[in-house]
């Protein structure tokens, strides 16, 4: 298994939407195993592929409190959605920044596993956060897009700043970890 690099915002190819996946052959198991070990040692608890750069419809999510329920959802779609809530979301995407998102309180889900099965799934509370904002990866969308162009600017300008400190002086310390990463998806 390997660790891949994870795309920050605003880096550009965050912006793809993804395709469907086809082939569910032994380079989608790597791509699994690989993007499930770059989730936990982030540590988040949801990875869509579009964050590795990978350009597939396949995202990974783990909210137990064990860290050992790994769920895969290859080629998601929403049946439906329903209610509303408003929760805190980070992302590994937009390291540190935690902002209230607003979102359907329940959706089901139809997707595929690893081996092309078919199922559908009822998801709620953490799960359904995690999940609409994994699929948003999947399309090309980032949860500051929900945010007012004033902030998402702000987080823009702070992040750009950080990156090019990284490029400058590649062996500083990293920025100040996520204050919780229970919310970074
Ligand atoms: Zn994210």
């Given at each position: 298994m390997a660790r891949l690099t994870i795309l920050e915002f605003p880096d550009p190819r965050?912006?793809?939407?993804?395709v469907a996946v086809e082939k569910f052959d032994g380079a989608l198991q790597r791509l699994?195993?690989?993007?499930?070990?770059?989730?936990?040692?982030?540590p988040g608890i949801g990875l869509a592929a579009t964050q590795v750069n990978v350009h597939r419809a396949l995202l990974v999510m783990d909210t137990s409190q064990?860290?050992?329920?790994p769920q895969v959802y290859i080629n998601p779609e929403l049946l439906s959605r329903d209610g509303l809530e408003v929760s805190e979301e980070g992302c590994l995407s937009v390291p540190?920044?935690?902002?209230?998102?607003?979102?359907?309180a329940r959706v089901r889900?139809?997707?595929q596993n690893p081996d092309g099965s078919v199922f559908e799934r009822?998801?709620?509370?953490?799960?359904?956060?995690?999940?609409?904002?994994e699929m948003d990866h999947l399309a090309g969308k980032l949860f500051v897009d929900y945010l007012?162009?004033?902030?998402?600017?702000?987080?823009?300008?702070?992040?750009?700043?950080?990156?090019?400190?990284?490029?400058?002086?590649?062996?500083?310390?990293?920025?100040s970890p996520a204050r919780s990463a229970a919310r970074v998806i």
């Open positions: 965050l912006r793809t939407r993804a699994i195993a690989d993007m499930l070990e770059t989730m936990y040692a982030a064990e860290k050992n329920q540190n920044f935690f902002e209230q998102v607003e979102r359907p889900v139809r997707a009822d998801l709620e509370g953490l799960d359904a956060v995690c999940l609409q904002h007012s162009s004033l902030k998402r600017e702000r987080i823009r300008r702070r992040l750009e700043k950080e990156q090019k400190e990284r490029r400058e002086h590649p062996g500083a310390a990293p920025a």
